[in-house]
């Protein structure tokens, strides 16, 4: 039996055994004893479930992003002998290949808990870079401090575009003023 059911139990059990022993003439008659002992056994479903989804709604929501590598899978690669194809094999597609050449594949993955409607909160973050040589075989592991990494705050407004700021409903004004026929084909199809 559940901890908050039993509790629950002893509460009413203890309400009931003490409003019985009660003597006639005191705060509680009888009949308010049997109707609360009843209004206990009904409640008694209907609290559970309450008390039981109060409680899960603590459990965080998981997220991992990216690729978090195995530590087990991440010793099989070995400087030197492991190719790309291997690479690829047992720690699956990178995150990010390098800007400026294809020598040097990133693994970034992060793992965060989030309670509700606060923030996240990062768990875990893991990066490394595997730089090959000229042959495909890998030349250096190296895992990168992600102390050292910085937020990048987006720039705030937009992007000018050309062309007009229509609201949905001059577009579908707009439309409408100029109909296609059935069947017929509009410019460009």
């Known amino acids: 039996m559940a901890l908050d059911q039993t509790v629950f139990m002893l509460l009413c059990d203890n309400f009931n055994n003490q409003a019985r022993s009660a003597p006639q003439g005191q705060a509680l008659s009888m009949s308010v004893v049997f109707s609360l002992s009843d209004l206990c056994r009904r409640l008694r479903g209907p ?3 309450a008390l039981s989804l109060a409680i899960t709604a603590c459990e965080p929501t998981v997220a991992t992003r990216g ?3 195995d530590p ?3 010793a099989e690669v070995k400087a030197g002998t ?12 990178p995150t990010q290949i390098s800007t400026f050449d294809d020598k040097t594949w990133y693994y970034v993955g ?3 808990e989030q309670y509700s409607f606060f923030d996240p ?7 490394v870079a595997i730089h090959f040589n000229d042959q495909g075989i890998v030349a250096t592991i190296e895992p990168l401090d992600l102390t050292t990494a910085q937020d990048i705050t987006p720039a705030d407004g937009e992007t000018p575009t050309y062309g007009r700021n229509d609201t949905f409903i001059r577009q579908l004004l707009g439309n409408l003023s100029h109909p296609t026929p059935l069947g017929a084909k509009r410019e460009g199809q």
């Not at 492991?82 to 699956?92: D, M, P, Q």
């Open 82 to 93: 492991s190719t790309r194809e291997e690479v690829a094999t047992k720690l699956g597609t």
């Open 47 to 49: 609290a559970l479930v």
């Open 67 to 69: 690729n978090i590598l």
């Open 110 to 112: 992060r793992r965060t």
């Open 121 to 127: 909160e990062v768990v875990e973050q893991k990066a």
């Open 72 to 74: 087990d899978r991440l």
